[in-house]
């Protein structure tokens, strides 16, 4: 029997239970279509009485179900449910993730009163970062029902052709699939950016991605013309926090990094990488770099800085402009310089109750969401004409929804129209995707206890460069001085121990997936 039919039963059975114990007379819409019931007329699924169809509540952030999906909107999503066929509705029930104490709490009182049929498993817990993740927390309370039988049905595998299978293994937990995440493209890339007369004369010739090396070099002849102004986008809250990871390497915690072949090595002792922050420190000594501008990326633009090097995800980009917020593209030229290695998802994941009664009605929900453009774009921007305006494929609004909503139950962006920007995202996310790979040292973490290392020695490595760029040493002298003391200090020898214990851990992890 269909989940489809299941539902009937149920409906025949309370129209039966009705009419005997209250003595009412069916009603006399039982014969409609709800298949023909239209979106435009977000009311007719709402206000039909020929039948109650199924409730389904999906758990998110209270901000986000109180203020978005209620009334016409969330009527015009019903609306298209019916329209495709389910007999089902959905509602969002709010939490307070404030906290994660907050969110958790939220999600207990639901689970001990059976409310809700998917949830959001939350954000991570920014007091106490060495747990593991909200997703796998929920997962270990036993709260998630794991999909993997879905997976293998012909509605399972319409979902998961929406995903690569890195994305898919970034939310596996112990060889299982619990849920979907809010994503589009994976990660963030590390890019040369250059504007004005740099367009098509900078020597590159056309190179799409550049090792550190070829950075640095071209950095060398930039700095040359004096008029040149470059911005380094590396100043959070007027703190230059950025890891090496950024420039190719694997962090594994702070101040210790691997090389993507496998190698714990000490940052300081790479020459690229010394020959880099010597020219970046001596090109801020010079007026020629400015890494604490509030509006550097606005200002880069438009043209105050003729190149700068960011953090960004490529889908903002072509290689030739950036798109802007406003729909305006900027012309650039552009060269990726290290493709980040991802690690698993630990929050913010979508998944089916536990507890729900309707599992599978859940899952079909689940997958709409994913796979109809419609819903997707209902759920997310609104009602056409109302909420956002739809130009040429792409939807223009001035209550334009964040780019990161954890609420947001529209978990691919496959499907939806453009957010105030231009061109076709879905083959560009598809093949982006495939840039990205999973971290070897996903799951590892360090027993710095054991490696002898120091908490103060290890923030040290990983800020150095920030004492290059304030200080007023000679940055080859300053360099040779740090490389010096972690000598002195034995951090090579917490290296070596952190490298054994992640030989160690690798062969573990081999022989229980093998």
Same mark, same amino acid.
């Given at each position: 029997?269909?989940?489809?039919?299941?539902?009937?039963?149920?409906?025949?059975?309370?129209?039966?239970?009705?009419?005997?114990?209250?003595?009412?007379?069916?009603?006399?819409?039982?014969?409609?279509?709800?298949?023909?019931?239209?979106?435009?007329?977000?009311?007719?699924?709402?206000?039909?009485?020929?039948?109650?169809?199924?409730?389904?509540?999906?758990?998110?952030?209270?901000?986000?179900?109180?203020?978005?999906?209620?009334?016409?909107?969330?009527?015009?999503?019903?609306?298209?449910?019916?329209?495709?066929?389910?007999?089902?509705?959905?509602?969002?029930?709010?939490?307070?993730?404030?906290?994660?104490?907050?969110?958790?709490?939220?999600?207990?009182?639901?689970?001990?009163?059976?409310?809700?049929?998917?949830?959001?498993?939350?954000?991570?817990?920014?007091?106490?970062?060495?747990?593991?993740?909200?997703?796998?927390?929920?997962?270990?309370?036993?709260?998630?029902? /794991?999909?993997?039988?879905?997976?293998?049905?012909?509605?399972?595998?319409?979902?998961?052709?929406?995903?690569?299978?890195?994305?898919?293994?970034?939310?596996?937990?112990?060889?299982?699939?619990?849920?979907?995440?809010?994503?589009?493209?994976?990660?963030?890339?590390?890019?040369?950016?250059?504007?004005?007369?740099?367009?098509?004369?900078?020597?590159?010739?056309?190179?799409?991605?550049?090792?550190?090396?070829?950075?640095?070099?071209?950095?060398?002849?930039?700095?040359?013309?004096?008029?040149?102004?470059?911005?380094?986008?590396?100043?959070?809250?007027? &703190?230059?926090?950025?890891?090496?990871?950024?420039?190719?390497?694997?962090?594994?915690?702070?101040?210790?990094?691997?090389?993507?072949?496998?190698?714990?090595?000490?940052?300081?002792?790479?020459?690229?990488?010394?020959?880099?922050?010597?020219?970046?420190?001596?090109?801020?000594?010079?007026?020629?770099?400015?890494?604490?501008?509030? &509006?550097?990326?606005?200002?880069?633009?438009?043209?105050?800085?003729?190149?700068?090097?960011?953090?960004?995800?490529?889908?903002?980009? &072509?290689?030739?402009?950036?798109?802007?917020? &406003?729909?305006?593209?900027?012309?650039?030229?552009?060269?990726?310089?290290?493709?980040?290695?991802?690690?698993?998802?630990?929050?913010?994941?979508?998944?089916?109750?536990?507890?729900?009664?309707?599992?599978?009605?859940?899952?079909?929900?689940?997958?709409?969401?994913?796979?109809?453009?419609?819903?997707?774009?209902?759920?997310?921007?609104?009602?056409?004409?109302?909420?956002?305006?739809?130009?040429?494929?792409?939807?223009?609004?001035?209550?334009? /929804?964040?780019?990161?909503?954890?609420?947001? /139950?529209?978990?691919?962006?496959?499907?939806?129209?453009?957010?105030?920007?231009?061109?076709?995202?879905?083959?560009?996310?598809?093949?982006?995707?495939?840039?990205?790979?999973?971290?070897?040292?996903?799951?590892?973490?360090?027993?710095?206890?054991?490696?002898?290392?120091?908490?103060?020695?290890?923030?040290?490595?990983?800020?150095?460069?920030?004492?290059?760029?304030?200080?007023?040493?000679?940055?080859?002298?300053?360099?040779?001085?740090?490389?010096?003391?972690?000598?002195?200090?034995?951090?090579?020898?917490?290296?070596?121990?952190?490298?054994?214990?992640?030989?160690?851990?690798?062969?573990?992890?081999?022989?229980?997936?093998?």
């Amino acid at each position: 029997m269909t989940c489809k039919d299941s539902y009937v039963m149920r409906s025949c059975l309370l129209v039966l239970s009705l009419v005997l114990m209250m003595s009412l007379t069916a009603c006399s819409n039982d014969d409609k279509d709800i298949h023909n019931v239209s979106v435009s007329s977000p009311a007719a699924a709402a206000d039909s009485d020929d039948e109650s169809p199924l409730q389904l509540v999906w758990l998110t952030v209270d901000y986000w179900a109180e203020d978005k999906m209620t009334g016409e909107r969330l009527k015009a999503a019903n609306a298209r449910i019916r329209e495709l066929g389910y007999d089902f509705e959905v509602s969002f029930q709010g939490i307070s993730d404030e906290t994660y104490e907050t969110y958790q709490k939220g999600i207990e009182e639901v689970k001990k009163n059976k409310q809700g049929d998917l949830m959001w498993t939350g954000l991570g817990d920014g007091d106490a970062p060495e747990k593991e993740g909200t997703y796998y927390r929920q997962i270990q309370l036993g709260n998630l029902k /794991p999909l993997d039988k879905w997976m293998k049905t012909d509605l399972g595998r319409t979902l998961k052709d929406q995903y690569s299978p890195l994305e898919w293994k970034r939310v596996t937990y112990k060889n299982h699939i619990y849920g979907v995440r809010n994503m589009k493209e994976q990660g963030v890339f590390t890019c040369l950016i250059l504007t004005g007369d740099q367009i098509n004369s900078s020597g590159l010739n056309g190179k799409t991605d550049l090792s550190v090396r070829e950075l640095y070099q071209w950095l060398e002849e930039y700095r040359k013309n004096p008029e040149h102004k470059f911005y380094l986008d590396w100043n959070y809250m007027n &703190d230059y926090n950025t890891s090496f990871s950024e420039l190719g390497y694997i962090k594994l915690c702070d101040g210790i990094y691997m090389t993507p072949e496998g190698t714990v090595e000490n940052v300081w002792e790479n020459e690229d990488i010394c020959q880099l922050w010597m020219c970046f420190t001596s090109m801020k000594k010079a007026g020629q770099l400015v890494c604490d501008d509030s &509006d550097g990326l606005d200002q880069t633009y438009q043209g105050k800085y003729t190149a700068a090097l960011i953090n960004m995800t490529g889908e903002n980009m &072509d290689g030739s402009y950036l798109y802007q917020p &406003d729909g305006a593209k900027v012309p650039v030229e552009s060269h990726t310089v290290a493709v980040p290695f991802l690690n698993k998802i630990e929050n913010d994941v979508h998944g089916v109750t536990s507890w729900s009664e309707y599992p599978d009605e859940a899952m079909q929900l689940l997958t709409l969401v994913n796979t109809d453009k419609e819903l997707a774009n209902l759920l997310y921007f609104g009602l056409e004409g109302k909420d956002y305006q739809l130009k040429d494929g792409v939807a223009y609004t001035e209550k334009f /929804p964040d780019t990161y909503c954890p609420a947001n /139950p529209k978990i691919t962006y496959f499907n939806q129209y453009e957010a105030n920007g231009s061109g076709e995202k879905e083959a560009y996310y598809k093949k982006v995707n495939q840039r990205y790979q999973l971290s070897p040292a996903d799951g590892f973490v360090p027993n710095l206890k054991k490696a002898g290392a120091r908490d103060e020695l290890l923030k040290e490595v990983e800020s150095f460069y920030k004492t290059l760029l304030e200080g007023n040493d000679d940055p080859k002298k300053s360099i040779q001085k740090f490389q010096k003391k972690l000598k002195n200090q034995k951090y090579e020898s917490v290296l070596k121990n952190v490298q054994r214990q992640y030989d160690n851990w690798k062969k573990r992890r081999a022989k229980s997936e093998g």
